[in-house]
């Protein structure tokens, strides 16, 4: 089986510039969580979705993300204009009944 | 609402010594534990994990852990530490119940050493 795989592994950005990151979760995943970490700090959820639909949001940090997850498969988060705060490392889990996996994540960079 | 604090974000031990990393939790609902592992430049990694049955979880690669309601923790333990053990080590809560899991709540880490 097939685990949760992200994309890019690494991005170096500009602040203000624009970044799309991509998971794409277990086949037949209902439910996929985004997490950050910025350095130094702990893990935070920043959202759940069930299928397509976003079930929580509420560790979203603010309108300068956005989450999409087209047709319940793969999704996407897209921060625009990147600040040097946004920078940290972002990770992706899905999960069904009990499993729950992890992707490796996203290192974004924000200079 | 629900947190998770890891007493030491370094631990050292020399190789052959037990492991003992420590957390602690808080929640107003009966709870979902778990410990995850990262070691470096891999995603993270499920350890075990307490979903209301047997206290004492076992593992992979012979970690276990015991959940103790009175004292709110759920602490991490391996007799004989192996050098490759070293990583950092997570320990996360959820509200108990449900299909899934939901999002999970971590600890700030805690980076392991094994020394020889």
Known sequence: EAGVTQFPSHSVIEKGQTVTLRCDPISGHDNLYWYRRVMG????????FVKESKQD???????????????????TLK??????????VYFCASSQDRGYTFGSGTRLTVV | AQSVTQLGSHVS????????????????VPPYLFWYVQYPNQGLQLLLKYT????????INGFEAEFKKSETSFHLTKPSAHMSDAAEYFCAVSRA????????????????????
């Open chain 1, 57 to 75: 949001e509420s560790g979203m940090p603010n309108n300068r993300f956005l989450a999409e997850r087209t047709g319940g498969t793969y999704s």
């Open chain 1, 79 to 88: 921060v625009q204009p990147a600040e040097l705060e946004d920078s940290g």
């Open chain 2, 97 to 116: 119940g449900g299909t899934s899991y939901g999002k999970l709540t971590f600890g700030q880490g805690t980076i392991l050493t094994v020394h020889p």
């Open chain 2, 52 to 59: 209301s049955a047997a206290t004492l979880v076992k593992g």
């Open chain 2, 13 to 28: 031990v020399s190789e052959g010594a037990l492991v003992l990393l420590r957390c602690n939790y808080s929640s107003s």
């Open chain 1, 41 to 48: 700090k702990e893990i935070k959820f920043l959202l759940h």
